[in-house]
Every structure is written in C-alpha cells, then in structure tokens.
C-alpha cells in the first residue's frame, strides 16, 4: 500500500515553460487535493476534486489546471511556469474524514 | 473564512522536556487534524481530533470545539520529533496554521 505518490520529487523549469505534476493514490479516496507550500508558511489549497470528475478552485489557483484523470489519479499542470510558482507542491486524498499526503515535489522556476 | 493561530511560533527544547502547542481558531469546525512535517519535508498524520482527547504514545492532543482550540502535547522530547507542527481545522477543506517550528535539542 504505497499511500499517496507524487512524481517527480524535483523539477527545475525555464520562466515560460509547461509541465504537469503526477499524483496517484492507492486507498481508494474520493476527494484528492493540491497543495503548494512557501518557505516558512502553511500549505495553501491551490485546487481539489471532491469526487472523479470534478475539480473546483482553492485558495490560490491562477497559473494552474487541474485534470481528475480517474479515481486514482490527479494531476497538476503549469501552462507558462513564472518565478512565482517556485514552491514545494503537495498532493493529498481523503476518505472524507482524514487527509494524507504525498512526498511532494519540488519545483524552481527560473 | 476561518482564521487559523499557532503558538509558539518557534520552540526550542532540551531533549526529555515536555511541550504543549495551541491552536487556535475563528469559527466553529467538525474536524480538526494535526501533522507534523519532518526536516525532510514529510508531512505526517498525528491525529484527527474534532473533539476530546486522543494519545498516541508520547504525543497527545486535546480539541475543545465549544472554545476553539486545540493543544498538541509532547512529553519526553526526542531529536526525532523535531520540524513543524501544523494543525488544520476544517471548514469545507483544511485551513493550515502558520505551524509551530520545534527543535529539540540532544
């Protein structure tokens, strides 16, 4: 039972640049959850998916897309990556009562 | 929406001490989880607590919902335990605290 998987665990970007961020968990959850996280601060929600085929803004989504491709997996994508996105991302999935989460990924944009 | 207030902000411990961390709240909640994220980043799973009081070995936490707050307690301290504490109460989605920062000494 590998829990919460997040790939890749480091990522460097070119200011302009696209890329998508991989989750996927095992529990059979329904609500699966992105995260970004800046140094010295909580995680902030960026977006979720209460269920397989929805997704709804969080706190801070401008810059991001979200894609619910089945009840495993959840995916993060970065359209024109800016210095601003240089965060640690975080995935999560719940069972409707608990959150658990993924290793993170850590992503730079220069 | 709701605010979320962790104290202390920064804790620094002699290894065997005890500590409790507060969290405090703005509104009322129906769930209420802590976790800790190690110096590797790894947030972890301390405990879903909306109410009472629950203990996992060293570590215990109490929430009181009426009042809006909720202790994490840790005895005997251990180098292992520290990193960032963040409690998350949830209204709809999780609200995390700015975290309390713990390092304990050996």
């Known amino acids: 039972n590998a829990g919460v998987t997040q790939t890749p665990k480091f990522q460097v970007l070119k200011t302009g640049q696209s890329m998508t961020l991989q989750c996927a968990q095992d529990m059979n959850h329904n609500s699966m959850y992105w995260y970004r996280q800046d140094p010295g601060m909580g995680l902030r929600l960026i977006y979720y998916s209460a269920s397989e085929g929805t997704t709804d803004k969080g706190e801070v989504p401008n810059g991001y897309n979200v894609s619910r491709l089945n009840k495993r997996e959840f995916s993060l994508r970065l359209e024109s990556a800016a210095p601003s996105q240089t965060s640690v991302y975080f995935c999560?999935?719940?069972?409707?009562?608990?959150?658990?989460f993924g290793p993170g990924t850590r992503l730079t944009v220069l | 929406g709701i605010q979320v207030e962790q104290s202390p902000p920064d804790l620094i411990l002699q290894e065997g001490a005890n500590s409790t961390l507060r969290c405090n709240f703005s509104d009322s909640v129906n769930n209420l989880q802590w976790f800790h994220q190690n110096p590797w980043g790894q947030l972890i799973n301390l405990f879903y607590i909306p109410s009472g009081t629950k203990q996992n070995g060293r570590l215990s936490a109490t929430t009181v919902a009426t009042e809006r707050y909720s202790l994490l307690y840790i005895s005997s301290s251990q180098t292992t335990d520290s990193g960032v504490y963040f409690c998350?109460?949830?209204?709809?989605?999780?609200?995390f605290g700015q975290g309390t920062e713990l390092s304990v000494k050996p």
């Open positions: 998350a109460p949830r209204e709809g989605k999780l609200i």
């Open positions: 999560a999935s719940s069972n409707g009562v608990e959150q658990f």
